[in-house]
């Protein structure tokens, strides 16, 4: 069965400092994708990041990078120069498979709260 | 704005009560998803509908139940309404071609739902 870890209920950074989001998979699946997304207190879910198990290269987009390591199944988020608008709830989740059928299954998410 | 709307965005409503959410996925998705959140947790994947067929299931509750029409919007109806039921229901929608492993899934602003 799936299953996404997120062991960080809450975490608090002070601003411009880089921060890692710790995200763990469990899946028998050799093709996956893990995938991130940001929920500010407005509720919105924004996609962040994506990543395929079967990328050589850790995905990057802006600010956002993932450090995926496959041996250990762990698809950490990494926010460089945190903004105050980086305070929100993030949410690491993984899609099983790559059928029509796939589900995609979320973490129990990380809040961040960024200090002036 | 993610292209998906839901409606409504608020809904009270009493125990033992009957609702319906309703969802409209993005122009061209063919793959709609429902996800529960209650407050402060995670996503917990309730159903998917491709193309108006169910394709996968998650923990849904047999007092819910959701069909996806041939215009492609989405309904979740939720039965027999009970306190725990009290959430942000989410909906979201994809391409869902046969090649998905990284197709990101485009969320809706969500149906709080209370129920007293």
């Known amino acids: 069965a799936q299953k996404i870890t997120q062991t960080q209920p809450g975490m608090f950074v002070q601003e411009k400092e880089a921060v890692t989001l710790d995200c763990t998979y469990d899946?028998?699946?050799?093709?996956?994708?893990l995938f991130w997304y940001k929920q500010p207190s407005s509720g919105e879910m924004i996609f962040l990041i994506y990543?395929?198990?079967?990328?050589?290269q850790n995905a990057t987009e802006g600010r956002y990078s993932l450090n995926f390591q496959k041996a250990r199944k762990s698809a950490n988020l990494v926010i460089s120069a945190s903004q105050l608008g980086d305070s929100a709830m993030y949410f690491c989740?993984?899609?099983?498979?790559?059928?029509?059928?796939?589900?995609?299954?979320f973490g129990s998410g990380t809040r961040l709260s960024i200090r002036p | 704005d993610s292209g998906v709307t839901q409606t409504p965005k608020h809904l009270i409503t009493a125990t033992g009560q009957r609702v319906t959410l309703r969802c409209s996925p993005r122009s061209g998705d063919l793959s709609v998803y429902w996800y529960q959140q209650s407050l402060d947790q995670g996503l917990q994947f309730l159903i998917q509908y491709y193309n108006g067929e169910e394709r996968a299931k998650g923990n849904i509750l047999e007092r819910f139940s959701a069909q996806q029409f041939p215009d492609l919007h989405s309904e979740l109806n939720l039965s027999s309404l009970e306190l725990g039921d009290s959430a942000l229901y989410f909906c979201?929608?994809?391409?869902?071609?046969?090649?998905?492993?990284?197709?990101?899934?485009?969320f809706g602003s969500g149906t709080q739902l209370s129920v007293l």
């Open positions: 990543q395929g198990s079967y990328d050589e």
């Open positions: 899946t028998s699946d050799q093709s996956y994708g």
């Open positions: 989740a993984m899609r099983e498979g790559d059928s029509s059928a796939s589900k995609i299954i």
């Open positions: 979201a929608s994809s391409v869902a071609d046969e090649v998905v492993a990284n197709e990101k899934l485009f």
